[in-house]
């Protein structure tokens, strides 16, 4: 029964999803922020979901995969696709058209924290431990010093902009906890059920709300950066996601918003040729630190 009622623990291959999986979320801060300056949020948020669903089903008709476990979960999938999708890419492109990167990335980073405290009263296997706590107070410190002297220019930011971004942690929170109902689907089945029922959502949101026009006067720059976030970030990085939640668990895959920060700007250092500073090896040292906490195994030798 003790054992039952344990956090799950990862084994080297769920730890190796979840790097990559935060290394390509790492690099949809930079297409999202390309993207936003020609795109309006909301309509980026259907060019995102459409394209990625697209992808998707020409991936999963193509590989033969049997559509009829799908039908009992057509409704379930609306809601996932507003926890997972359309609430918080929304109120993440939102915010990010108001404050930096940086505090976007902190903030965000607290997904974990919510997670865990989610899962702890909801889930029978997914409970708090002081070791697990720990750690994600670990990570969540290291991205505060990861961002460093710029997380200080950013904070007179509009107030309503960091709630939209603590509003996108809160969903994502959500998000991993109710996607534990779809853990018998194969996980590209998931995430094209997630990505097909966003954009039901969203294109109405568009027409009713947005201007569909300004995406056709899109640069090709904004574009590239959307198919980016489509078919990369979205439509591979979803498949990735769902089975992490399947083996892992909520609050093991919430994990990878500690190591999206550090992704992010260590492509940046490698594909834009900015300079590391001495004070980001100290944020990335404690999130490491963190999640050696949380996975134990070292401490244990």
């Known amino acids: ?71 009992p ?23 990010q058209t108001a404050i930096g990167a940086g505090l976007a990335s902190v903030l965000n980073a607290t997904t974990p924290f919510w997670t865990m ?56 929170a959500f998000a991993g906890i109710y996607a534990r109902r779809f853990a018998r689907l194969a996980p590209e089945l998931v995430a094209t059920g997630q990505l097909t029922a966003s954009t039901v959502i969203a294109l109405p949101l568009v027409l009713l709300f947005d201007d569909p026009a300004a995406m056709l006067a899109a640069g090709t720059a904004a574009w590239s950066a959307a198919i980016a976030l489509a078919l990369l970030a979205t439509a591979f990085a979803y498949v990735l996601y769902f089975s992490l939640i399947a083996s892992a668990g ?16 260590l492509l940046g250092t490698i594909f834009l040729g900015e300079r590391l500073e001495i004070f980001e090896l100290g944020g990335m040292a404690l999130i490491a630190l963190g999640l050696l906490v949380i996975d134990g195994r070292f401490f244990r030798r």
């Open 1 to 71: 029964m003790a054992q039952a009622m344990a956090q799950r623990a990862m084994g080297t291959r769920e730890w190796a999803m979840l790097l990559l999986l935060g290394a390509i979320w790492g690099g949809s801060f930079f297409f999202a922020a390309i993207a936003v300056r020609d795109i309006p949020p909301l309509a980026l948020v259907l060019v995102r979901v459409a394209l990625a669903a697209a992808a998707l089903w020409l991936y999963v008709l193509a590989r033969g995969f049997a559509l009829a476990p799908l039908k």
């Open 73 to 95: 979960f057509i409704l379930p999938f609306l809601g996932l696709a507003l926890l997972n999708n359309v609430v918080p890419h929304t109120l993440m492109f939102a915010g």
């Open 117 to 172: 405290l989610l899962a702890n009263a909801m889930l029978a296997d997914e409970k708090l431990t002081a070791r697990r706590a720990a750690g994600v107070a670990l990570g969540i410190a290291g991205t505060v010093v990861l961002v460093g002297p710029g997380l200080i220019a950013n904070l007179g930011g509009p107030a309503w902009a960091k709630f939209a971004l603590l509003g996108t942690a809160l969903s994502y």
């Open 250 to 265: 909520a609050s093991n895959t919430s994990l990878v918003t500690l190591v999206v920060p550090v992704s992010a700007i």
